[in-house]
């Protein structure tokens, strides 16, 4: 390359370099804010609108105003609050929600620029699709539980909403008027109210509401009057225990004697609180104590010494190296159990029948002391959640242990179990 050229090339370098620079610096003057700017933007065009659940998708073109920064909406609802949504400069739509229904409502558009000056406002008049809200209230059902209810619901749109549940009932203390509040955003969700045990004749009267994070709430909801189900303790101290790889119905039991732990710990009643070694141990051989059988799914089976009705199982894990009250220890971590099958054994066919397959789900805590909060009480389980019933009378239960909590739900490190409790009644017949 001649001297010639080398000086050319050089040359248009710099050209480049300033260019860039010159355009650099222009686009960032847009964010600086000149105070001596009083002229207004002009306004938006709209070019169409798109109904939203509770709201609209707004398109438009953009004033030609080099200082334009954005463009803002906003709505004053019935109670007179204004609610305002914005989208940068360089985007053509703007998303408005919060709307009550789906009546006509005015929504204004303006230009934005960045000296904070605002554009004669465009008034649009739309019709939204049903808010999120009401579609959550519609899909509201309340069940009865055992000493308890619960209410269930669904919320495609995944938006956030607060569940109010009003219900009255009579205890020993005489009539009480409660209110329990939920707040979600799952696309499905079922919230229990327990402790009701010592209601009067069993009977609570349900109301709900449904509100949303823009105000919006409905009419209280009459659920009628709920008449919940009665079940009770089975008592543990004449449950019995098969011998480690002994087989009931074609299925081994358990070995669980690794290490400090033992089978025998997890019906004694005692909860494991990370200062004891009080819970069953597989050393990863928990099938049938060969290594060559490996660990899950692994069958904890239990005689319970007389026939039974089955409503609920509530399992504790074990927290262990964990003395001081807040630390979290192996809460929901591997090692203990996430999910697992449970089963009753039917003397009539000679055979396990699967009652269903439930996941313990990790609790959305802040803390540790949270989880251990969370993992003292247990994860209590229905044998049929969404209608709950009893099983059929059995004198065996089985807990199929299929993993533990890690990689969700797929882990194999399933070693450990605290305490097996059962509820239901005894069998009449």
């Known amino acids: 390359m001649s001297h010639r050229q080398i000086k050319n090339f050089f040359n248009a370098i710099v050209c480049v370099l300033l260019l860039a620079l010159v355009f650099s610096c222009k ?10 700017d009083s002229t207004p933007p002009g306004p938006v065009v709209l070019k169409y609108y798109k109904a939203l659940y509770g709201g609209a998708r707004f398109f438009y ?24 949504f914005n989208a940068s400069y360089f985007v053509d739509s703007l998303d408005v929600y919060g709307l009550p229904d789906t009546d006509m409502h005015s929504i204004r558009l303006y230009a934005v620029d960045r000296a904070g000056n605002r554009s004669t406002p465009l008034a649009v008049n739309i019709e939204p699709l049903e808010p999120a809200y009401q ?25 956030n909403i607060n569940v109010y549940v009003d219900f009255e009932f009579s205890d020993k203390s005489g009539a009480r008027k409660v209110t329990t509040i ?6 499905t969700d079922r919230q229990f109210i327990y402790d009701l045990d010592e209601v009067v004749s069993d009977k609570v009267s349900v109301k709900v509401r449904v509100e949303d994070n823009y105000g919006n709430i409905t009419e209280p909801i009459e659920k009628g009057e709920v008449i919940l189900l009665k ?13 480690a790889n002994d087989s009931v119905g074609g299925i081994p039991m358990v070995f669980g004697n690794d290490k400090e732990g033992r089978t025998r710990y997890t019906i004694d009643g005692i909860i494991n609180s990370g200062e004891d070694f009080n819970f069953m141990h ?32 509530v399992t504790h894990q074990r927290r262990y190296g964990a003395a001081s009250l807040g630390i979290r220890g192996q809460y929901y971590r591997s090692e203990n159990v996430g999910s697992y099958n449970m089963y009753y054994w039917d003397e009539d066919t000679k055979e396990w029948v699967l009652i269903r397959y439930h996941q313990i789900p990790i609790p959305l805590v802040p803390s540790d002391l949270d989880f251990v909060k969370a993992g003292q009480a247990g994860d209590m389980a229905y ?19 299929i993993s533990d909590f890690l990689s969700n739900y797929t882990g194999t490190n399933a070693n450990a179990l605290s305490e097996i409790t059962l509820y239901g009644r005894k069998a009449t017949n």
Do not use: C, H
């Open 182 to 187: 939920f707040s979600s955003k799952a696309e």
């Open 282 to 313: 597989t050393g990863g051989r928990g099938r049938t104590g060969n290594l060559a059988d490996k660990n899950t799914p692994w069958n904890l089976m239990i005689d319970l010494g007389d026939y039974y009705e089955l409503s609920r199982v």
């Open 231 to 243: 079940d009770e303790l089975i008592p543990k101290n004449i449950w019995k225990l098969p011998n």
């Open 27 to 36: 686009e960032k003057d847009r964010y600086n804010i000149n105070i001596d």
């Open 383 to 401: 044998m049929y959640p969404d209608f709950p019933t009893f099983t059929k009378k059995t004198r065996w239960f089985r807990y199929e242990a």
């Open 135 to 159: 579609r959550v209230a519609r899909s509201l059902e309340v069940r009865p539980g055992f000493g308890s209810f619960f209410v269930d619901w669904g919320n495609e749109l995944k938006q």
């Open 61 to 84: 073109r953009l004033p030609d105003d080099e200082d334009l920064l954005a463009v803002e909406a906003e709505y004053t609802n019935s109670k007179g609050k204004t609610f305002r």
